[in-house]
């Protein structure tokens, strides 16, 4: 018994140390001002995530740096939804596959219009991701299909998967996030503070006109992708990118920008 004892009291101190020594890693990082994003990155020992502000158009917006390898990049999710929701495709009949997000009104706006909203050598730095979505033979499926192709991204929104969200209508696309754990982690606000409902890129299968949402109440499931909600956008960087500090942005703290934007 005294050994059982002794042996949980070892364990308990070395997970302890170990994570200290981790703390104290990291602290040594970002107080000798030599940091780079995947330094930044969430991983299971933080409580949450860090924030980096990105620029765009003539306004910065904080960026969860939720994923340090996100198909060998480090993931960046805006904090905020955007603002103006739009429709995830305006098919409303059957056998249209409006569900499928390579040829979405939401994958074309984000590639085109809000990727130029950043300056252009951010663009020029934004990788080109591979993300998982259902094929056009999965969308049309009824449920009785799971299969997925890759496609290559620089701006993207993520999917149910990735939000670890348990479901038969819908494709397994990439991986669970170990950032979102219960259930408020899906809810997302507007910069107003207002929750708001928000599109995953996970087409809902009961049908191939239906597309996977967010509430802004939490709730999860299916919704006619005529609908107009919004959309939290994200991107990668490589994880070498050099970050500093800054009080210039938030009035009185300082946050994490782009050493080089």
Same mark, same amino acid.
């Given at each position: 018994?005294?050994?059982?004892?002794?042996?949980?009291?070892?364990?308990?101190?070395?997970?302890?140390?170990?994570?200290?020594e =981790?703390q104290? +890693?990291? !602290?040594? +990082?970002?107080?000798?001002?030599?940091?780079? /994003?995947?330094?930044?990155?969430?991983?299971k020992?933080?409580?949450?995530a860090?924030?980096?502000?990105?620029?765009?158009?003539?306004?910065?917006?904080?960026?969860? &740096?939720?994923?340090?390898d996100?198909?060998?990049?480090?993931?960046?999710?805006? +904090?905020?939804?955007?603002?103006?929701?739009?429709?995830?495709?305006?098919?409303?009949?059957h056998?249209?596959?409006? #569900?499928?997000?390579?040829?979405?009104?939401?994958? $074309?706006?984000l590639?085109?219009?809000?990727?130029?909203?950043? *300056?252009?050598?951010?663009?020029d730095?934004?990788?080109?991701?591979t993300?998982? &979505?259902?094929?056009?033979e999965? &969308?049309?499926s009824?449920?009785?299909? !799971?299969?997925?192709?890759?496609?290559?991204?620089?701006?993207?929104?993520?999917?149910?998967?990735e939000?670890?969200?348990?479901?038969?209508?819908? $494709?397994?696309?990439?991986k669970? *996030?170990? =950032?979102?754990?219960?259930?408020?982690?899906?809810?997302?606000?507007? +910069?107003? #503070?207002?929750?708001?409902? =928000?599109?995953? %890129?996970?087409?809902?299968?009961?049908?191939?006109?239906?597309?996977?949402?967010?509430?802004?109440?939490?709730?999860?499931?299916?919704?006619s992708?005529?609908?107009?909600?919004? /959309?939290?956008?994200?991107f990668?960087?490589d994880?070498?990118?050099?970050v500093?500090?800054? !009080?210039?942005?938030?009035?009185? %703290?300082? &946050? =994490?920008? *782009?050493?080089?934007?």
């Amino acid at each position: 018994m005294k050994k059982t004892i002794g042996l949980c009291i070892l364990l308990i101190l070395f997970s302890s140390c170990s994570f200290n020594e =981790y703390q104290n +890693k990291t !602290d040594k +990082k970002i107080e000798s001002g030599n940091i780079v /994003l995947k330094d930044i990155a969430y991983n299971k020992k933080l409580e949450e995530a860090h924030s980096i502000y990105i620029q765009e158009d003539e306004s910065y917006e904080p960026y969860l &740096v939720i994923d340090g390898d996100y198909d060998g990049g480090v993931l960046l999710l805006r +904090k905020y939804l955007l603002d103006e929701g739009i429709q995830y495709s305006e098919e409303m009949s059957h056998q249209t596959f409006g #569900g499928y997000y390579p040829i979405s009104i939401i994958d $074309a706006y984000l590639n085109t219009t809000f990727l130029s909203k950043f *300056l252009q050598s951010l663009q020029d730095k934004i990788l080109d991701t591979t993300i998982s &979505v259902a094929n056009k033979e999965t &969308v049309g499926s009824g449920g009785w299909i !799971d299969e997925t192709e890759n496609i290559n991204r620089k701006i993207f929104i993520l999917s149910a998967t990735e939000l670890n969200i348990m479901g038969s209508m819908k $494709a397994t696309e990439g991986k669970p *996030l170990a =950032y979102y754990k219960k259930r408020d982690d899906l809810t997302a606000q507007l +910069k107003s #503070g207002a929750n708001d409902a =928000y599109w995953l %890129r996970t087409a809902y299968l009961w049908d191939d006109i239906q597309a996977w949402a967010i509430g802004a109440n939490g709730d999860i499931g299916g919704i006619s992708v005529s609908y107009t909600l919004s /959309l939290r956008p994200a991107f990668c960087l490589d994880g070498n990118t050099e970050v500093v500090e800054t !009080d210039e942005i938030v009035e009185g %703290r300082k &946050v =994490y920008v *782009l050493k080089n934007p």
